[in-house]
């Protein structure tokens, strides 16, 4: 059937495989879903009657008005990723991945502020939200598959001290620690100075 103006369904509307919506005027085409106050606008995904998905538009009684949720079940409960309507940011409720199938492909996360003002910036934030003292620690892991691990990081346990190790774990193998209050830096092993013929200085400034 071909309408020409709009269509309103009060419930269902049974379907096979497709459903499809062409608009040939010059202006806009919308689906909406328009819902009363305190009720999610969402479509949900399903397989042979169980629900295995929804995408849809959080209401103010259960979560900020107007999100983007996808969830991986028939409500906004269940979500896996919020987008904020106001900041445009992304809330994942699980690990984020990133890859690529050619062996010779380069994964890239890239952090950009297409703002050209003199107070633009781009921060890539990694935090603990959690009161724990032991292995809750912020940091970044660099692993060459078979090799070792280096990380850098904020050591929970340690004062919340900046340290560089050769391992996954923030505070073990540590090669250099920086205190957090005063800057001072302590290495682990030997430091050395490499420079031309005419001899290297170390400055000491107090």
Known sequence: ATFSGDVSADKYIATGAEIGFLNDAASNGYMDIDTPANRNNAFRFKHAGTVLGSVGI???????????FLSNSSSYSGRYVEFDRSTKAATFAGDVTTSRVAP?????????NASTGLDAGATLFLGVESTATGSSDPKVVFNINGAMNWSLGA???????FKIGYSSSVGSS??????????????????????TSSGNTLNANT
Do not use: M, Q
């Open 155 to 161: 050591d929970n346990s340690d004062s919340d001290k």
């Open 174 to 195: 540590t090669a250099l620690t920086l205190e957090n209050t005063t800057g001072n830096a302590t290495f682990a092993g030997d430091v050395t100075l490499e420079g």
């Open 104 to 112: 010779s492909d380069e994964v890239v996360l890239t952090v950009d």
């Open 58 to 68: 959080v209401d103010s009684d259960e979560g900020t008005a107007g999100n983007l």
